[in-house]
T-cell receptor
Framework: DAGVIQSPRHEVTEMGQEVTLRCKPI?????LFWYRQTMMRGLELLIYFNNNVPIDDSGMPEDRFSAKMPNASFSTLKIQPSEPRDSAVYFCASSLVVAGGPGELFFGEGSRLTVL | AQSVTQLDSQVPVFEEAPVELRCNYS??????LFWYVQYPNQGLQLLLKYLSGSTLVKGINGFEAEFNKSQTSFHLRKPSVHISDTAEYFCAVKAYSGGGADGLTFGKGTHLIIQP
């Protein structure tokens, strides 16, 4: 398997523009997570899905952020309108529940977003 | 809720010397514990995890960690580091809930710098 695939790897946009980040999880994984990484706040969980259903979106910072998972092989994180403080690396991760505890999180390489 | 404190933001070590990266957690319930590594411009990879049983856990690349419940710690160690170990290391925690794959809570990371 190719692992978790994220696109774009880098995005530079201007304040007010819409940004869409994409993620393809590992085939067969039933959990998908979106994390944001910044120097100040570290890694923050934004939202996660189980079997395509959003379970917990309490980490989504504002209504400007939205996430969808229309099927088992695709998820998007959208920011509209974007602001400079949204600049960060956004990671997608997927996992499979295993007996005895939580499964390993497999991370994509991240999407580095810069909002000017 | 759970929280993770990584006491050192940066640890410089000479090549072939031993290293310990410190991690303390806070939780009102039993937890699972993890260490992830992030190489430059990459996503996170699992180094090792503690789910139950022996408190000494061995992981990949010669790393090990010891779970100490009384001190709420999960320090990461390696007896002899190599230049290739230069990376960011993250400690993470998840509350034991009998199953499921809720998102992990990560510490802010420790940058391990190997000096020749």
């Amino acid at each position: 398997d190719a692992g978790v695939i994220q696109s774009p790897r880098h995005e530079v946009t201007e304040m007010g523009q819409e940004v869409t980040l994409r993620c393809k999880p590992i085939s067969g994984h039933d959990y998908l997570f979106w994390y944001r990484q910044t120097m100040m706040r570290g890694l923050e969980l934004l939202i996660y899905f189980n079997n395509n259903v959003p379970i917990d979106d309490s980490g989504m910072p504002e209504d400007r952020f939205s996430a969808k998972m229309p099927n088992a092989s695709f998820s998007t994180l959208k920011i509209q309108p974007s602001e400079p403080r949204d600049s960060a690396v956004y990671f997608c991760a997927s996992s499979l529940v295993v007996a005895g505890g939580p499964g390993e999180l497999f991370f994509g390489e991240g999407s580095r977003l810069t909002v000017l | 809720a759970q929280s993770v404190t990584q006491l050192d933001s940066q640890v410089p070590v000479f090549e072939e010397a031993p290293v310990e990266l410190r991690c303390n957690y806070s939780s009102s319930v039993s937890v699972y514990l993890f260490w992830y590594v992030q190489y430059p411009n990459q996503g996170l990879q699992l180094l090792l995890k503690y789910l139950s049983g022996s408190t000494l856990v061995k992981g990949i690349n010669g790393f090990e960690a010891e779970f100490n419940k009384s001190q709420t710690s999960f320090h990461l160690r390696k007896p002899s580091v190599h230049i290739s170990d230069t990376a960011e290391y993250f400690c993470a925690v998840k509350a034991y809930s009998g199953g499921g794959a809720d998102g992990l809570t990560f510490g802010k990371g420790t940058h391990l710098i190997i000096q020749p």
